[in-house]
């Protein structure tokens, strides 16, 4: 390393190695009038074999930083025997402290004092110790030689001035303050002139105003202060109340089914919105209300013509509802009857003649002025060539000059002064007298997929004894039939037809008989039977996490054509038309589905039965762990599940699952997981009683293939559990477990979540034998893969253990040295390393120990009061002191803080940004040090980088500071 004048130069050999580095170093100077050379021995100690008396650097330089002009004191301290000699290093370049005219000097202590500082003291310092047994160099430290920057004087100004509040009557509020400045102002509160804040209690910079009770509006004033001026802000708080009562609405415009209202505020303040209340006069009813109106006018529609209404409006602001306003009375104007004329009824008086009676219609809409009566014996003519009569106040009418036994078809209207209204259906009468008239109020309902229920009222009598009524016929066709049928029978008001077809449209028509013969016909009745059903009582059995069990039952009759179950989006499986139930898989837990049970012949339009189900979440999220090995006597201690949920569980099933045994004599497992099982007959076991339980199993022990069964029940899950042992749990037997056979199991919990059964299940265990010593996993691939799998790991093991050896022996000799160092300095080192710290604040104490950290160990919550009490003692002594021990264990640099495009971006000499830690912006093209901001990461709770740390930001790096918010996302 050359000196700058170029007088001389250093040989500077780090690391030191021993023997390496032992050797005559000689150095070699010349110039034109010759050379000359001079030579020394190096000499490299280890440790231990360091003589008593060499040196030891006790207190090396420390980082520091400098405002230039200022004078800056490196420290160094040093002991051995005899004491040593120190002499100080820059930039690996001895320290000449002669030729500065005393600005640079060498205090006694050993400490470097440096007046006047300049940009060329910057740099990185070292001390030196030697004596007769050798020279120690310290850990070097850098200098950095800050600009001189005035301090900041900036008048006050509001960051956060107070904000208007609404509230209710009687309400709180806070209201807040915050002022900036440098200095930074007093804040205080003022309710014109009052001050609310006394002056011997002003808060700096911010300052929130509480309020209680609030009844009264009020302007609250801010007033920030500092030696640069004082500035105001008002506050607005207005004290909120519900709007009072519009004014009488006034009826302006009426139609037969709208009503227009308008009507006065009767508010000062302005209104959200109106509501209009309304109910028809003398209804007990609740008003029907219509809001979000924001005129004071609005027709009200939907009303039924020629009827009386009240209206009322009421104001809506944002504290709610206020009164409503007075009752106004209004009808509907008129309207054309929308209904004809009801129970239109005739018979005859003579051969010629006919009376014809009516009632007035459902909705006559307003003032029925008269009826017409419309009659005539060929009912293919239109009607407004029939004959007519017109009736004012009377609802019947006599009609002469008829022609005897001719059929004439009659139909009747209602008109009021607006219009017509609709004509009644056909009215058949027969110009006969004797004869029964047409049946009234006839129907008919579908009973059953083949039968109809037809009902009727029987007609007036009233021509005599040989006018009674002595039968009915009925006339009926299938829709696409062509042939009509007859019945007859006797007098009755209904009559149940069978031995129709499913799935038809029929038409009936009745007439009545007497002595002298049948009267005329009904009008055309249409009336559907229903689809045969294929199946009934479609139902979800149990709803596991990952399957539905559906069920159902088949008529006796059924064809046996499959169905078609629809899910999800789009999903299908078909099933056998003989089956009486299906288990749907591949569902996904926690989630609603709709079944669709349809018969694939009729899917199209045909009858469909859909049920609904939620499957059950997932609460058995690990499987049953293997603990130990299995014994001769067919057991095995297992660790169940932990469950994961809030939820209402019933109680849990431990469920053993026999493996079939295949012709090579393996073990297979045919389904993933235990939703795909059928589980019906665990169900069936779950809810049979004790006794039938044990027959099942006497039974099941004696087939050769056996099937899974339960073997525990618990209400709460323990956490571990010995299969085989013998013992009953829950009403079920805990049977060992036969040698030789292969199980899995896996637990079962029983929620009560829903109406249908629903279950969640675990994942099966690793497969387990009774005479095996461990328990192994289930192996189907062939054999020879093991020829391929084995080599490749055993080279992976071998790859593994070579990177571990030569990590190992990179580290430096030192750092070993410090961690055994570090061990050694923990009483209860062991104890700590078991738990593998991830604190990032943990680690850096373990990593990182400086003395200071040994003399400050960390403090037990429960001490954490006392601890702070004592450091607050003698007006925060310790606290102090604490503050000025903090030494980071390690040396950090701030070389882009040191950067000239990056000083001026620092608000103060002292306040710098780490390279190592420093947020690291992304950058600008073409602007160099864009990616500077004097902002460091702060490492929290069990969390690295948790915050960060950075000044308030000067005018020429507020984009800066808003880029690094907004990158960061913080």
């Known amino acids: 390393i050359e000196f700058d004048d170029g007088s001389g130069s250093v040989l500077r050999i780090q690391p030191l190695r021993t023997p390496r580095d032992e050797a005559i170093y000689e150095c070699h100077a010349s110039n034109s009038a010759g050379e000359i050379t001079a030579s020394t021995r190096l000499t490299v100690l280890r440790e231990d074999q360091l003589p008593p008396g060499f040196p030891t650097i006790d207190m090396g330089p420390q980082l520091k930083v400098v405002e230039r002009s200022r004078t800056a004191t490196m420290l160094c301290a040093a002991s051995g025997n005899p004491d040593p000699e120190i002499t100080w290093f820059k930039d690996f370049l001895p320290v000449n402290t002669s030729n500065n005219n005393g600005r640079i000097k060498q205090l006694r202590s050993g400490a470097l004092q440096i007046e006047m500082s300049e940009e060329t003291d910057q740099g990185k310092y070292e001390c030196v110790a030697t004596n007769s047994d050798g020279t120690r160099y310290s ?3 850098n200098l950095y030689v800050r600009e001189l920057r005035e301090v900041r004087r900036v008048p006050p100004r509001f960051s956060i001035p107070p904000a208007d509040s609404e509230i209710m009557p009687g309400g709180n509020v806070n209201i807040t303050c915050v002022a900036v400045g440098s200095p930074m102002p007093y804040v205080k509160w003022m309710l014109g002139a009052e001050d609310l804040t006394p002056e011997d209690d002003m808060p700096i910079g911010r300052n929130v105003l509480e309020l209680t009770d609030v009844r009264q509006s009020n302007n609250y004033t801010c007033v920030a202060m500092s030696t640069l001026g004082v500035i105001e802000a008002v506050a607005q708080i207005t004290v909120k109340a519900l709007p009072k009562a519009p004014g009488i609405p006034v009826v302006t415009e009426r139609t037969a089914t709208s009503i227009t209202l308008t009507w006065d505020s009767g508010n000062p303040e302005p209104v959200s919105y109106y509501i209009i209340q309304h109910r028809q006069k003398g209804s007990e009813d609740p008003y029907k209300e219509i809001d979000g109106i924001a005129t004071t006018r609005y027709s009200v529609g939907g009303l039924s013509p020629y009827s009386h209404y009240d209206f009322r409006v009421a104001a809506v602001n944002s504290i709610g509802q206020g009164p409503s306003s007075e009752v106004v009375e209004a009808r509907t104007a008129e309207q054309a009857p929308s209904s004809p004329p009801r129970q239109v009824i005739g018979r005859m008086l003579s051969a010629t003649t006919a009376m014809i009676h009516w009632d007035e219609p459902e909705e006559p809409n307003g003032q029925v002025v008269g009826y017409r009566v419309y009659y005539t014996s060929d009912n293919t003519l239109p009607v407004n060539q029939w004959d007519k009569q017109m009736v004012r106040s009377a609802n019947f009418i006599t009609i002469q000059d008829l022609t005897p036994n001719k059929t004439y078809y009659i139909r009747v209207l209602a008109f009021t002064s607006v219009g017509d209204g609709p004509l009644s259906q056909d009215l058949q009468i027969i110009a006969k007298t004797g004869v029964p008239s047409q049946p009234l109020d006839f129907k008919g309902e579908a009973k059953s997929e083949t039968s109809i229920l037809l009902s009727w009222m029987a007609p007036s009598t009233q021509g005599g004894p040989d006018s009674q009524i002595t039968g009915y016929e009925l006339v009926y066709r299938r829709i696409d039939d062509t042939e009509e049928r007859k019945v007859s029978f006797e007098p009755t008001t209904s009559y149940l037809l069978k031995n129709l077809k499913p799935f038809s449209t029929y038409t009936f028509q009745l007439a009545a008989k007497s002595k002298n013969g049948i009267g005329a016909y009904t009008n055309e009745v ?66 609603q589905y709709s079944f669709l049970l349809t018969n694939r012949a009729n899917s199209a339009g045909g009858l469909q039965h859909r049920v609904t189900a939620v499957t059950a979440p997932d609460i058995l999220k690990t499987k049953p762990v293997i603990v130990g090995k299995t014994n001769a006597d067919g057991m095995v201690t297992v660790q169940l599940p932990t469950v994961q949920t809030a939820a209402k569980v019933r109680g849990y099933y431990v469920v053993v699952v026999p493996l079939k045994k295949q012709r090579g004599g393996k073990f297979l497992n045919p389904w993933n997981e235990p939703d795909q099982m059928n589980l019906d007959e665990l169900l069936k076991e779950i809810n049979r009683t004790s006794v039938s339980r044990a027959l099942r199993i006497r039974r099941q022990a004696s087939q050769s293939d056996p099937r899974a069964y339960v073997t525990a029940h618990f209400k709460t899950l323990p956490l571990e559990f010995t299969l085989g042992d013998g013992r009953n749990y829950g009403d079920f037997r805990n049977r060992p477990l036969l040698g030789g056979q292969e199980y899995v199991f896996f637990v079962l919990a029983l929620l009560d979540l829903s109406e249908n059964t629903m279950y969640s299940t675990s994942p099966y265990s690793d497969p387990v034998t009774s005479s095996d010593v461990d328990p192994q996993p289930i192996i189907d691939e062939e054999e020879g893969l093991l020829w391929v799998v084995g080599p490749v790991l055993a080279v992976i093991f071998i790859v593994c253990i070579v990177i571990a050896i030569l990590l190992f022996k990179s580290k430096p000799d030192r750092k070993r040295a410090e961690a055994e160092g570090r061990k050694g300095s923990f009483p209860c080192s062991k104890a700590m390393s078991s738990h593998h710290p991830t604190d990032p604040v943990e680690l850096r104490r373990i990593n990182f120990q400086t003395p200071g950290m040994a003399s400050h160990p960390p403090v037990p919550i429960s001490e954490l009061a006392d601890h702070i009490e004592r450091l607050k003692a003698n007006d925060n002594l310790k606290f102090s002191q604490e503050y000025e021990s903090v030494d980071p264990g390690q040396q950090f640099t701030w070389e882009n803080s040191n950067l000239e495009v990056n000083k001026p971006k620092n608000r103060y000499a002292n306040v710098i940004a780490y390279d190592h830690s420093r947020v690291i912006l992304s950058s600008i093209e073409g602007v160099p040090g864009s990616d500077y901001n004097n902002a460091n990461y702060i490492d929290g709770y069990r969390r690295q980088n948790a915050y960060i740390a950075t000044q308030g930001p000067l005018p020429e790096t507020f984009g800066d500071f808003w880029r690094m918010v907004w990158e960061q996302h913080t």
Request: glycine share 6%; hydrophobic share 35%.
């Open 139 to 141: 850990t070097p430290a």
């Open 526 to 591: 249409s009336i559907d039977t229903p689809q045969t059903l294929f199946a009934t009582n479609f139902r979800v059995k149990a709803a596991m996490k990952n399957s539905v069990l559906l069920s159902w039952e088949i008529r006796d009759k059924n064809p046996a054509q499959p169905f078609t179950i629809l899910y999800g989006k789009g999903q299908s499986v078909e099933v056998d038309g003989k089956q009486t139930q299906k288990l749907i898989t591949g569902l996904d837990p926690d989630t």
